[in-house]
């Protein structure tokens, strides 16, 4: 199995005005807007790295080369399936309705379960031919994610090079501290 991202974040996970109240800037200053709006993507990539989770709302394809009973989807929280999808090896593509699965999204990590998977047994699918499509990400994020981002940011901010004359030391209660309690770690 495999994923891939199909829509970015259109949105921010937190707001402008804030980054720029955390990092003692007048929030009326448009000067350094896109650097701020860079440092709060790049913060956003590695803290969702680092937890295994979605912050802003994306739209993402999983494939298999079979029809499972069920798939556990990547990138916590599962907001929704968008739709699941059969490409057949004929090239035809068949629409499985959503009335033939469930979709869990209350679990830690999301899932999508097929009612009756033996319903497809006899249909022959390209390779990948199995896609669910489906959205992941927060509303709004938890505020222990959001002062983690602007921990982040600051160090963006204020440390704009590789290099520093200073040693740098992490923060001790910082951001791993911040995003432990609700790290999606694989086994």
Not at 1 to 24: F, G
Not at 29 to 48: H, K, P, W
Request: one cysteine or more.
């Amino acid at each position: 199995m495999s994923t891939k991202l199909i829509t970015p974040a259109v949105t921010l996970p937190v707001e402008l005005a804030l980054v720029k109240q955390h990092l003692r800037l007048e929030v009326e200053d448009l000067s350094e807007d896109v650097l701020l709006t860079q440092f709060i993507r790049a913060a956003e990539g590695i803290c969702e790295q680092y937890q295994g989770r979605v912050y802003s709302k994306k739209t993402y394809r999983n494939f298999s080369d079979h029809i499972p009973s069920f798939v556990k989807l990547p990138f916590p929280p599962l907001a929704a399936v968008v739709d699941v999808k059969l490409k057949l090896q004929d090239g035809t593509e068949l629409t499985i309705p959503s009335a033939d699965y469930y979709v869990d999204t209350a679990s830690f990590c999301g899932r999508m379960i097929m009612k009756d998977p033996w319903k497809y047994a006899g249909f022959e699918i390209e390779p990948s031919g199995f896609q669910i499509t489906f959205e992941s990400g927060y509303e709004k994020i938890p505020e222990s994610y959001a002062q983690a981002l602007l921990l982040v940011i600051g160090q963006f901010y204020e440390n704009r090079e590789n290099l520093s004359p200073v040693n740098l030391f992490e923060i001790p209660f910082g951001v791993k501290a911040l995003l432990a309690a609700d790290r999606v770690v694989n086994v």
